[in-house]
């Protein structure tokens, strides 16, 4: 089982072209795990992500898909009504493993863990 952090915060964006530290932090997230961290210092996934559920799937690649292909009516509908700033899995959202607490960035490649 994970949780699932969809990358961004609809209520901390800024207004117009400003700027800020936290939009740049967003911004690095979709260049990949490697772009990411040679920037900032470490995730903190209460900062920069959405939590957007938790799911019975038990491999990432499968989470990808299905979060991706399959998204369902309800899921949707939940995703528009939060505070994610898109309703597809992408580069820079993130995984969390319910029994062992590691972490696994989806990177421009499969899942990168952190």
Not at 18 to 44: A, C, M, P, Q, S
Not at 50 to 60: Q, R
Not at 84 to 111: E, W
């Amino acid at each position: 089982m994970f949780k699932i952090y969809y990358a961004g915060k609809l209520s901390k964006m800024p207004q117009g072209p400003v700027r800020d530290d936290f939009t740049n932090k967003v911004i690095d997230l979709t260049f990949g795990w490697d772009f990411y961290i040679e920037r900032h210092d470490g995730l903190d996934l209460d900062e920069t992500h959405t939590f957007v559920g938790i799911t019975d799937l038990t491999d990432p690649e499968e989470i990808f898909y299905k979060y991706n292909m399959e998204i369902d009516e309800d899921f949707a509908e939940y995703i528009y009504n939060s505070d994610a700033t898109h309703t597809s899995m992408s580069v820079g959202d993130v995984l969390v493993d319910t029994m062992t607490g590691k972490r696994y960035f989806c990177d421009r490649i499969g899942f990168t863990e952190v």
